[in-house]
Structures are given as C-alpha cells and as structure tokens.
C-alpha cells in the first residue's frame, strides 16, 4: 500500500509539472539575435580574406553543444537570407561556408 501511494503521488507531481508551458520563456535568438548575425558574418568576412570556404569548427570558441547549437542556427539564418552559402560533402562531416557572391 505504501509504494502504491508513493508512486501515484510521484505520477500526480509529473502531472502537474507537465501542466506548465515549456516555452514560457523560451525565446527564438534573444533580444541581440540581429546584433549576433551582423557580428558572426563581419568574423566570416575576416576569415575568409585570403580563402575561399571557411570550416565551421573555426568558428567556434568554446566548441561545446550549447555554442555549436547556437552558432549553427545563426549559419542557418545567415544562408536563409543570401549571405553566405553553405555545403557538407558527407553526412555528419564539416559544414564549408563561402560568401554568397563567390559561391
């Protein structure tokens, strides 16, 4: 009887925590998202003076799953308005990054 009512009061607590909204405050980019891209494309036009593609490794800092995440939607972004294109030659390889008017 004991573990029974433990474990409905364990499922009543998920319940209720799934009652919340998860995007609440969930916010696509933040309040600098423009701010990012323009400083993002300015750091591929520096890296790719003198070049042609650039690695998208190269352009992270840190290089953990919560900047690269961030850094590919940005690359996203950036190729969904003509900036620059993007191409990866194998599944899961690195993404080459070229300026649109070169590509």
Not at 37 to 45: D, P, Q, Y
Not at 65 to 80: G, Q, Y
Request: net charge negative; glycine share 8%.
């Amino acid at each position: 009887m004991k573990v029974n009512r433990r474990r409905a009061e364990r499922l009543i607590g998920r319940v209720e925590i799934d009652d919340e909204d998860p995007f609440e405050n969930f916010e696509i980019g933040g309040t600098d998202f423009g701010d990012r891209l323009s400083a993002l494309f300015e750091r591929i036009v520096n890296h790719l003076k003198g070049s042609r593609v650039l690695s998208f490794f190269r352009l992270l800092d840190r290089g953990d799953k919560d900047e690269r995440v961030r850094r590919f939607f940005e690359i996203l972004h950036l190729a969904a308005e003509g900036q620059i294109s993007c191409s990866q030659d194998e599944f899961l390889g690195d993404i080459l990054i070229r300026l649109e008017q070169e590509a």
